[in-house]
T-cell receptor, first 112, second 115 residues
Framework: GEDVEQSLFLSVREGDSSVINCTYT??????LYWYKQEPGAGLQLLTY?????DMKQDQRLTVLLNKKDKHLSLRIADTQTGDSAIYFC????????????FGKGTKLSVKP | GAVVSQHPSWVICKSGTSVKIECRSL??????MFWYRQFPKQSLMLMAT?????????EQGVEKDKFLINHASLTLSTLTVTSAHPEDSSFYIC???????????FGDGTRLSIL
């Protein structure tokens, strides 16, 4: 079945770059997403990439997609304490409704 | 933007009460809305998918008589937890999506606590 895997924790120092990695199994996914969840809140769409792209950059965020290896990464440049949150990788499932398959989330801790 | 409003944000009620949660897309028409449940420190579990004017499609293991979903308009979907019990306590999050292969936009979630 479809599955999305990501590491559970990442700790970085303020000002450093953070790289959160994700692997997925459904090669037919059209889009791959990164969402951010702060404590007690819903999910905020950070960015997404179309499956025929290798890279997408949006200000401090860079998404890299290796479709051959089914590997997705999110790089946050100049990480700030406000970036501390849980980051979810998601792929668009193969169902007709386009439901998302989420990873378990990576908790990013940014130390001053 | 693509703003999704979810209300209420927090509910505490007695066992046996029915609770209604609203999900509204404020600045776009949502052809499809999704309802998720999230347990502490876990990922989101899709409960059901609803299209405007149609019956919701429930995921395996989700009781449709327990979790009633109504998607009466292109901007509003409701989830009613009927006769809620303590095991229904959880964080419920909705999302909405425009027509076509568009990203889902999420509400801020509803924390439901059943005493």
């Amino acid at each position: 079945g479809e599955d999305v895997e990501q590491s559970l924790f990442l700790s970085v120092r303020e000002g450093d770059s953070s790289v959160i990695n994700c692997t997925y199994t459904d090669s037919s996914s059209t889009y791959l997403y990164w969402y951010k969840q702060e404590p007690g809140a819903g999910l905020q769409l950070l960015t997404y990439i179309f499956s025929n792209m290798d890279m997408k950059q949006d200000q401090r965020l860079t998404v890299l997609l290796n479709k051959k290896d089914k590997h997705l990464s999110l790089r946050i440049a100049d990480t700030q304490t406000g970036d501390s949150a849980i980051y979810f990788c998601a792929e668009s499932g193969g169902g007709s409704q386009g439901n998302l398959i989420f990873g378990k989330g990576t908790k990013l801790s940014v130390k001053p | 933007g693509a703003v999704v409003s979810q209300h209420p944000s927090w509910v505490i009620c007695k066992s046996g009460t029915s609770v209604k949660i609203e999900c509204r897309s404020l600045d776009f028409q949502a052809t499809t809305m999704f309802w998720y449940r999230q347990f502490p420190k876990q990922s989101l579990m899709l409960m059901a998918t609803s299209n405007e004017g149609s019956k919701a499609t429930y995921e395996q293991g989700v009781e449709k008589d327990k979790f009633l979903i109504n998607h009466a308009s292109l901007t509003l979907s409701t989830l009613t937890v009927t006769s809620a019990h303590p095991e229904d306590s959880s964080f419920y999050i909705c999302s909405a999506r425009r027509a076509g292969n568009q990203p889902q936009h999420f509400g801020d979630g509803t924390r439901l606590s059943i005493l």
